[in-house]
């Protein structure tokens, strides 16, 4: 993570950007307009309570992450990694028809990657 990211607002832009969100559609999952999450990014707003539990429940952000910089970024679960995080959000995104076609495509890459593992 860059050393830039020593502000709450630093670290909320950060993550914003990580997953190639606008601002608009980043406000939008967490019930701020743009304007707003703007403020809270430059450090002109003020990140209430409120909007620090709404991100962590939504994202997955690590509460502690968000507060100090210190620390992974994201909630670790017990069944996933920060990688597999960040795919059910993405996952969840896309359309049913476009789920379909990504499952079928990991499945494909899962037969592959035993096949390779058969021949060494």
């Known amino acids: ?19 190639k969100l606008t601002q608009i559609d980043f406000g ?6 743009q304007g707003h999450l703007t403020g809270l990014e430059t450090g002109k707003k003020k990140v209430t309570e409120k909007t620090i539990k709404v991100l962590c429940g939504i994202y997955g952000i ?12 994201l909630q670790e679960t017990e069944t996933g990694t920060q990688q597999g995080h ?6 969840k995104e896309l359309e049913p028809e476009y789920q379909d076609f990504i499952l079928s495509q990991i499945e494909s890459l899962v037969a ?3 096949n390779r593992k058969i021949r060494k």
């Open 62 to 73: 690590s509460e502690e992450w968000l507060r100090t910089g210190k620390g992974d970024m």
């Open 86 to 91: 960040r795919f059910v959000y993405l996952f």
């Open 112 to 114: 592959v990657q035993k």
């Open 1 to 19: 993570m860059p050393t830039t990211t020593t502000t709450i607002g630093d670290r909320i832009k950060f993550f914003r950007k990580s997953l």
């Open 28 to 33: 939008q999952k967490i019930g701020i307009v």
